[in-house]
């Protein structure tokens, strides 16, 4: 029988995607392992290999879509015997006429995907086995999402922290996930749209005065954010600007970053670090080190800033650890992250256990790490998680900056240039190459003596090199 091939999930948190790119046609021959599609995320570009034999009946879902939802299905692949004819049997996607999937009729499967996180089945939302009666629509347009029998509306866990915040009503949308199953899409579209969000029918009064209210409030939110684009447009002549739509990552930066100022509470701590050692022994060991084959390397000092940063995450173990509610999490290992400038964004991804390998070692790595990124390429996994970052702007002549923390980390480390200033060297005033660097830190995690403690041993290691490779 057909089987239906899937939207993957190329991450834990992923809800959505952009098909970018069609690498079969209809009527292709495929086997498992195969590569059939490049599936584009917020960051990155995936090959989507096919785990069935089989040839191509229909395209579902065309190459360039975007806002593809995980689980939905995006092409039909035939069995030996099979015609085209039955990639859609009259039905779209393997529904039944009346809207209800019909599982035991079509085999479905989702495609594997190449390099991604260590994949878990997806959690697909339970159909009930009698389905109410669908009530017309609401004057306004509003439709209710589907409940199950308990009244329970589907919608992933992002989706209700977002409405949460907005204050939209769930019940008021129409899901577009899969079985109707209400997105972050979704709201965006609302908030877009300037829906207002509308009380479920059933409901006492003093509820429905109380949706009333809230409606009001995202209605004037809404109206508020409108009329403040409209504040800014208007100093501006329309022929001297271009709107550039925000693409996927630079949502999710901003969405990100905005989160982080507004729920974490920063402070900075700043050190200034003298890199004359640190510089000789790096001349020594790269002018000793093999120009060619694998265990060829080529040290800079953004290698020993991720060693030495994550040696002093080990020997100051309060400060590698990240909030939760529920507790600290207090992490074993020093898994580091360095923030990799691509062009619209940026990529930080992360060099795991950087406290057990070798400068080689990290340099190489984050030589591969940086690459992929640049070419988005990189799995989930690879930029996913962390325990602290660095952001290294002194390629570019930064003396020195704050970063923002980026979560779940609890700190992050902003690296200025290395340069040549006088220093007091006892009762000598002597030439120096310093490196600025300062220190954000969550204090629900961090204290200030913690931090201190951090960046001071951080400073011993940048200064007397030869501890990290003890």
């Given amino acids: 029988m057909p089987i239906q091939i899937l939207m993957p999930a190329l991450s834990p948190t992923m809800e959505e995607g952009k098909l ?12 498992p392992g195969i590569v059939i599609a490049e599936i584009e995320t917020d960051k990155a570009t995936m090959e989507v290999e096919a785990v069935d034999e089989g040839t191509v009946g229909k395209i579902l879902v065309a190459e360039g879509t975007e806002g593809v939802a995980v689980n939905t299905p995006i ?13 859609t049997g ?24 190449l390099a991604t996180a260590p994949s878990a089945a997806p959690v697909v939302e339970p159909i009930p086995s009698v ?21 329970r509306v589907f919608a992933s866990p992002l989706a209700r922290r977002v409405a949460k915040d907005k204050g939209i009503d769930l019940s008021a949308l129409n899901g577009s996930g899969p079985h109707k199953r209400i997105v972050l899409k979704d709201i965006e579209a609302a908030v877009a749209s300037g829906v207002v969000s509308a009380p479920s029918p059933v ?35 329309e022929e001297t600007y271009e709107v550039v739509p925000h693409d996927g990552m630079r949502k999710v930066i901003a969405q990100r970053l905005t989160q982080s100022k507004q729920t974490v509470p920063h402070f900075y701590l700043s050190m200034d670090c003298v890199l004359d050692e640190l510089l000789r022994s790096r001349k020594r060991i790269n002018d000793a080190a093999p120009s060619d084959g694998p265990r060829a390397y080529k040290l800079s000092v953004n290698d020993f800033v991720i060693k030495a940063l994550a040696l002093a995450l080990q020997d100051v173990p309060a400060a590698n650890a990240t909030w939760t509610d529920a507790g600290m999490l207090v992490h074993r290992h020093s898994d ?63 003396k020195s900056f704050d970063a923002v923390i980026n979560p779940p980390h609890s700190t992050i480390l902003a690296v ?26 969550d204090h629900r995690v961090v204290d200030g003596a913690v931090g201190a403690e951090l960046l001071n041993s951080f400073k011993r290691y940048i200064e007397d090199p030869v501890r990290m490779l003890v």
């Fill in 20 to 31: 970018a790119a069609w690498l079969v046609k209809e009527g292709d021959s495929v086997t």
């Fill in 75 to 87: 092409a039909v692949l035939l069995e030996e015997g099979e015609s085209a004819d039955m990639a």
């Fill in 90 to 113: 009259g039905q779209s996607a393997g529904a039944s006429s009346n809207g209800i999937a019909q599982p035991e009729n079509t085999t479905s499967v989702t495609s594997a995907p």
């Fill in 131 to 151: 389905q109410p009666a669908v009530p017309s629509p609401p004057p306004g347009g509003i439709v209710a999402a589907p409940a199950s029998m308990s009244g």
């Fill in 203 to 237: 409901v006492g009064r003093s509820m429905v005065a109380q949706g009333a209210t809230q409606s009001s409030g995202v209605g004037q939110a809404l109206a508020v954010s409108a009329m403040a684009d409209q504040q800014v447009l208007a100093l501006y002549q």
């Fill in 336 to 398: 580091v992250g360095v923030a990799v400038a691509v062009e619209g964004g940026l990529f930080t991804p992360i060099i795991r256990h950087a406290e057990l390998k070798t400068l080689g070692e990290i340099s190489n790595e984050m030589k591969d790490l940086a690459a992929r990124a640049r070419n988005r390429r990189l799995a989930p996994q690879e930029y996913q998680g962390g325990t602290t970052s660095i952001s290294n702007l002194g390629m570019f002549g930064v």
């Fill in 416 to 441: 200025g240039a290395g340069e040549k200033r006088a220093i007091v060297d006892g009762d000598d005033v002597r030439v120096a190459t310093i490196m600025s660097c300062t220190l954000s830190c």
